[in-house]
């Protein structure tokens, strides 16, 4: 049961640098979003999708793409990366709209932007 | 604005004693509340949930959750606490109509010692 999966599980980058957050999901889940995850404010939503094709920004989007060219993937792209997404970047899944339903979530990618 | 507080930043609490993690919310409507856990370096994992009906839920590992509607609060408990208790909690709501995002506590860490 692989879960969540997602890839790299660190990364340090210079400001100004771009790269790509990997999350893979084998639940056939329709519900996919990204969060960053800072001391002191819980988890706060970056974007997501509510099935193939679709996304939508959340509380804090600036600097951040997304697509979802396929229900298993949801890739999260940072442009010009800066010292404020100095972060934890969690990716969650569930199965679909329905408010009811748990999340389930990765296991977090650690990035630093020096 | 929905919001979820969790008034506490640390719980302390020895091995075998009950312990409590304090929750309130403000959620309009009939809400959804969930309590997640999370271990260092890994993701949230979910413990419990509360949709409707019967306002004591139980849940993993021995907790269980009070929802109370007049108090607007969903504290966490457990009767007896074990040192692998120790690890952040999350206390997160969301409204039941449609689709509707999450809104996360802060967390609290909890701290059992032998």
């Known amino acids: 049961n692989a879960g969540v999966t997602q890839t790299p599980k660190f990364q340090v980058l210079k400001t100004g640098q771009s790269m790509t957050l990997q999350c893979a999901q084998d639940m056939n889940h329709e519900y996919m979003s990204w969060y960053r995850q800072d001391p002191g404010m819980g988890l706060r939503l970056i974007h997501y999708s509510v099935g193939a094709g679709i996304t939508d920004q959340g509380e804090v989007p600036n600097g951040y793409n997304v697509s979802r060219s396929t229900t298993e993937d949801f890739p999260l792209r940072l442009l010009s990366a800066a010292p404020s997404q100095t972060s934890v970047y969690f990716c969650?899944?569930?199965?679909?709209?329905?408010?009811?339903?748990?999340?389930?979530f990765g296991d977090g990618t650690r990035l630093s932007i020096l | 604005a929905q919001s979820v507080a969790q008034p506490e930043d640390q719980v302390n609490v020895a091995e075998g004693n009950p312990l409590t993690v304090k929750c309130t919310y403000s959620?309009?409507?009939?809400?959804?509340l969930f309590w997640y856990v999370q271990y260092p370096n890994r993701g949230l994992q979910f413990l419990l949930k509360?949709?409707?009906?019967?306002?004591l839920v139980k849940g993993s590992y021995g907790f269980e959750a009070e929802f109370n509607k007049s108090q607007t609060s969903f504290h966490l408990k457990k009767p007896s606490a074990l040192v692998s208790d120790s690890a952040l909690y999350f206390c997160?709501?969301?409204?039941?109509?449609?689709?509707?995002?999450?809104?996360f506590g802060t967390g609290t860490r909890l701290l059992v010692s032998p």
């Open positions: 509360y949709i409707t009906g019967d306002n």
């Open positions: 997160v709501g969301r409204r039941n109509t449609g689709f509707q995002k999450l809104v």
């Open positions: 969650a899944s569930s199965p679909g709209q329905r408010a009811n339903q748990p999340q389930h």
């Open positions: 959620v309009s409507g009939n809400p959804y």
